[in-house]
């Protein structure tokens, strides 16, 4: 402990003796200082012991000695020494009641006791107390460095847990709690998930004190640009100097734990990257053989194929393709904005699928590919869900966000796969390539290959492109019609939609089956196409479906 009031009163070198504020000698003392100035105020930096003769003072004036006893209480001196048998024979009365009315503990100093021993011994015990806050320190590292070793992350925090008389905390990336010491910290430190994501917000190292029941130090782990991980240390008090190198000791530990699990994860994803590839070449017993342990009965379970890209390369990629626009602007879309990714969408959604498959205890493979993330999950598991509820909440955010051109940094599309084996890897694969490119279409954040099969082909006509298409099939039609010469689109539908059979299509139209056969034989002329062919009566029926209102 660093020295106190009472500590130099005890010292039987110094001889003080205690002339008021008895009660309060447990103040600890930071440092010793000597000044004769009326007005040392402006020289004190707080919780010094002040030793004066009274040289400048009129230390018999009772209204002098309040207002010089009330500025040192207000500068923060934890003490006042006088030495007597200098200019006084005895410390006046009048600074005596001073110091009792403001609860200024007052130390008589004797004349044989130079003020220079009283310096030397708040030296020499606080020069001790770092020397032990020091040595319980390196004790106190030694020991965590060995729980760490042998127990892991959850040894470390029982022992800083110990050290600090309090408990701790371990996050991962995403916020959620991995571990607590004791156990029934687990409740407190969930209270404190809102905390840790504005923390991961800010660039490592990052710390922050939070206030309610106890205090709380969360400190960010890592030393990449975003935190990897977090730690919480609840205390019932400021931690002194020796729970502080306790602490930092933790840090140090758990970051260096951090860093070399980043390097096994690189290691992992390379070894992902080489079982996917064998995986989409039909090869799932040399998947599995390289595999081994690493991905427990991943391989052997149902799993889906999750396929995502940021928006921008997407956008890129439906251009390369020869989706973009045709005969007309591309419409500005709203953009979705993945939260609290510092510029990486395919890396926070990674975060998102890990610590979810990681809290369940699931296997989940993930693999970055240049622009692109491929994540191969258990059908029904916790990282599939936490992709999904990803996706909801990204959905929800459309209505807060401001509408900007698609392709912002921060924006992502996911394809989703049916439930797939081993051996239809690349028929998943296929699946999510074709959702993801539905919902880089449609403006979605995540489309499940599913709702492509259960649902109408009619709606995927409102592309662009197919709209384009139909305009320029349909356009000679249109242009024929507008000159009052004849309704030949309104006919042609009406006979694709009865099957070619011309009495009931005639019918429909209210005109002799006649007219409608002179009809179709101008359309046959005006497109140069033969409506005997099924492709191009189906192209032709798609295209009036493409360009019909809506009920149409």
Not at 299 to 316: K, M, N, T, V, Y
Not at 480 to 491: I, Q, Y
């Amino acid at each position: 402990m660093p020295p106190t009031l009472a500590s130099l009163v005890h010292h039987s070198a110094l001889k003080l003796t205690v002339r008021a504020g008895e009660d309060r000698l447990d103040v600890p003392v930071r440092w010793a200082h000597v000044s004769e100035l009326a007005d040392p105020v402006p020289y004190m930096e707080g919780g010094e012991l002040l030793l004066i003769t009274a040289l400048k003072l009129d230390a018999e004036d009772p209204e002098a000695m309040r207002r010089y006893v009330k500025r040192l209480v207000g500068a923060g001196v934890v003490g006042l020494g006088f030495a007597v048998g200098v200019n006084y024979e005895e410390i006046p009365k009048a600074l005596v009641d001073a110091a009792e009315e403001e609860g200024l503990p007052l130390l008589e100093v004797p004349r044989r006791t130079p003020f220079l021993a009283i310096s030397k011994a708040v030296s020499a015990a606080i020069a001790a107390d770092q020397y032990r806050a020091v040595t319980a320190g390196f004790a106190a590292q030694r020991e965590l460095t060995k729980q760490a070793l042998n127990d892991g992350p959850e040894g470390l925090l029982a022992a800083l847990a110990g050290q600090v008389d309090g408990w701790a905390a371990l996050y991962d990336a995403s916020g959620a709690v991995v571990a607590t010491a004791p156990e029934w910290a687990g409740r407190r430190a969930a209270r404190l998930t809102p905390d840790v994501e504005r923390l991961r917000e800010r660039p490592a190292p990052a710390s922050s004190v939070v206030g309610g029941d106890d205090r709380v130090e969360l400190h960010s782990l890592g030393t990449g640009r975003r935190p990897r991980a977090a730690l919480a240390v609840g205390t019932a008090a400021a931690l002194g100097t020796a729970e502080r190198y306790a602490v930092h000791s933790a840090i140090a530990l758990l970051t260096l734990t951090t860093e070399r699990s980043r390097s096994l994860h690189a290691a992992e994803q390379r070894i992902g990257a080489a079982v996917l590839r064998m995986l989409l070449a039909g090869e799932p017993d040399h998947a599995r053989a390289v595999a081994g342990d690493l991905y427990g009965d991943l391989l052997d379970a149902p799993f889906r194929l999750i396929l995502a890209e940021s928006a921008s390369a997407s956008a890129a990629r439906a251009h390369a393709d020869g989706h973009a626009r045709v005969g007309a602007a591309a419409p500005a879309q709203t953009a979705v904005t993945v939260p609290d990714t510092h510029g990486d969408p395919l890396g926070g959604l990674a975060e998102v699928v890990e610590s979810a498959a990681a809290r369940s205890g699931e296997s989940v493979l993930v693999v970055p590919d240049g622009e692109r993330l491929v994540v191969l999950a258990v059908d029904g598991g916790a990282a599939v869900a936490a992709c999904g509820e990803y996706a909801a909440a990204l959905e929800a955010s459309r209505t807060t966000v401001r509408e900007q051109p698609a392709g912002g940094e921060d924006e992502l599309v996911v394809g989703l796969s049916a439930p797939a084996g081993p051996i239809a890897a690349a028929a998943a694969y296929k699946q999510a390539e074709q959702a993801l490119s539905v919902a880089r279409r449609r403006g979605r954040f995540l489309v499940e290959h599913e709702e492509l099969a259960a649902g109408s082909v009619l709606p995927l006509l409102a592309d662009d492109a197919v709209r384009a298409f139909a305009d320029g099939l349909l356009r000679a039609l249109h242009e024929h019609d507008a000159t009052g010469r004849g309704d030949l689109v309104a006919s042609l539908r009406a006979w694709l939609s009865r099957h070619g059979q011309w009495d009931a299509a005639a019918a429909d139209l209210g005109v002799h089956r006649h007219t409608l056969r002179y009809r179709m034989r101008r359309v046959e002329e005006i497109l140069g196409r033969s409506l005997d062919d099924p492709d191009v009566r189906m192209e032709l029926w798609l295209a009036l479906k493409a360009t019909s209102a809506p009920g149409e």
